[in-house]
């Protein structure tokens, strides 16, 4: 009985481990600071929880393609605070990075705008997007505070797909000397 339930618990504990390194939980996050943009940006709207964007996102990246953009960076920038902010009304958007101005009728509820160069704190993650909240905000919020930083705007995550197995997202954090 003994080594029945040793048994369980081995292989549990060895779905967790294995979980949580595909998940990239055991991966670095490196953080650093300065210029980035311009960027062009075609997206949707989204309200709602932020984990629930996938749609919205895979929604814009589908008539993108099918527009002559290659987008190979996609992103999300998120409004609000989700320790502020009811779940059901945070505001998000959600697209492609861009080559070109979009200056023609977009489909109902895109949206196309352009953000200038901008000083960022950035990190970047090579693990899943979906453990960003909690490996990456918590490192980068404690290094905005220990070099006086800031938030001044929204944070934009930049997703690249680098394989079938690897997702690369880069955190763009808004800052500003207080």
């Known amino acids: ?6 048994l369980v618990v081995l292989t549990v ?7 949580l390194f595909r998940l990239g939980s055991f991966k670095d996050v490196v953080i650093t600071e300065g210029d980035r943009g311009p960027y062009k940006l075609v997206f949707k709207e989204h309200v709602g929880a932020y984990h629930k964007i996938m749609p919205t996102l895979e929604e814009v990246e589908k008539w993108a393609k099918e527009n002559g953009e290659s987008c190979k960076l996609s992103f999300g920038e ?18 492609c990075v861009v080559d070109k101005t979009w200056d023609f009728v977009l489909p109902a509820g895109f949206g196309f705008r352009e953000y200038p160069s901008r000083f960022y704190v950035i990190a970047e993650f090579d693990g899943a997007p979906s453990i960003g909240p909690f490996k990456v905000y918590p490192k980068v919020k404690d290094y905005i505070a220990a070099h006086a930083y800031k938030m001044s705007g929204p944070v934009i ?7 079938d197995q690897k997702v690369r997202t880069t955190y763009l954090f808004p ?4």
């Open 1 to 6: 009985m003994k080594s029945l339930l040793a």
């Open 13 to 19: 504990a060895g779905l967790i481990a294995a979980l």
């Open 78 to 95: 998120f409004m609000d605070d989700p320790d502020k902010v009811d779940e059901d009304r945070l505001r998000s958007i959600a697209g």
């Open 157 to 163: 995550e930049m997703y690249e797909i680098i394989s």
């Open 175 to 178: 800052v500003e000397k207080k």
